[in-house]
């Protein structure tokens, strides 16, 4: 019984205690420098107009409506909408035909297994394929402030060091 009554009483004490520290830090005041004196300017001061400039932050989809909206009357036509697509199906579309077979669709693909196939024989080894893996860039690191050396040393957080166990 002593004990919860020594636990309250501690606990009632860094409440106080708290409360005491709190109004302390709450409770000063800081002092800004004197204002220069009227009529006297520095050269910044005069060479700064009296507003800042402000741009409209446009969204995401307001950039992208303003990208296909060619001729920037604020209506997007059908032609206007499909012109990306066409340009598109034109550089798909190798032999020019007007339409897409396989091969000019997934031609990133077919180049790669061509690549990959060193000996021309139409089927890919274990070697062979190991070389299609998708080349990943490095991961920017989150934090600037910390030295690339000591970055590459040790992961900043755990999910980083899982990360790089999950790529072994």
Same mark, same amino acid.
């Given at each position: 019984?002593?004990?919860?009554? @020594?636990?309250?009483?501690?606990? $009632?004490? +860094?409440?106080?205690?708290?409360?005491?520290? &709190?109004?302390?830090? #709450?409770?000063?005041?800081?002092? $800004?420098?004197?204002?220069?004196?009227?009529?006297?300017?520095?050269?910044?001061?005069?060479? $700064? /107009?009296?507003?800042?400039?402000?741009?409209?932050?446009?969204? !995401?989809?307001?950039?992208? &409506?303003?990208?296909?909206?060619?001729?920037?009357?604020?209506?997007?036509?059908?032609?206007?909408? &499909?012109?990306?697509?066409?340009? $598109? &199906?034109?550089? +798909?579309?190798?032999?020019?035909?007007?339409?897409?077979?396989?091969?000019?669709?997934? @031609?990133? =693909? @077919?180049?790669?297994?061509?690549?990959?196939?060193?000996?021309?024989?139409?089927? +890919?080894? !274990?070697?062979?394929?190991?070389?299609?893996? @998708?080349?990943?860039? /490095? #991961?920017?690191? !989150?934090?600037?402030?910390?030295?690339?050396?000591?970055?590459?040393?040790?992961?900043?957080?755990?999910?980083? =060091?899982?990360?790089?166990?999950?790529?072994?």
């Amino acid at each position: 019984m002593w004990r919860y009554l @020594v636990g309250a009483g501690a606990t $009632l004490l +860094l409440v106080v205690a708290g409360l005491f520290l &709190f109004r302390g830090a #709450a409770s000063t005041e800081t002092r $800004l420098p004197a204002a220069p004196a009227a009529g006297v300017a520095s050269e910044t001061e005069q060479d $700064l /107009p009296a507003e800042p400039p402000s741009a409209a932050a446009k969204t !995401r989809e307001q950039k992208r &409506f303003d990208r296909i909206d060619k001729d920037k009357n604020d209506s997007i036509a059908k032609e206007e909408f &499909f012109a990306l697509r066409r340009k $598109l &199906f034109a550089r +798909l579309d190798t032999d020019h035909d007007g339409k897409l077979g396989f091969e000019e669709w997934s @031609v990133k =693909a @077919v180049e790669r297994f061509a690549g990959a196939d060193k000996d021309k024989s139409g089927t +890919l080894s !274990r070697a062979e394929f190991a070389t299609t893996a @998708v080349k990943r860039k /490095p #991961a920017k690191p !989150r934090c600037a402030c910390a030295p690339a050396a000591t970055a590459a040393k040790a992961p900043a957080t755990a999910q980083e =060091a899982s990360a790089d166990d999950s790529e072994d």
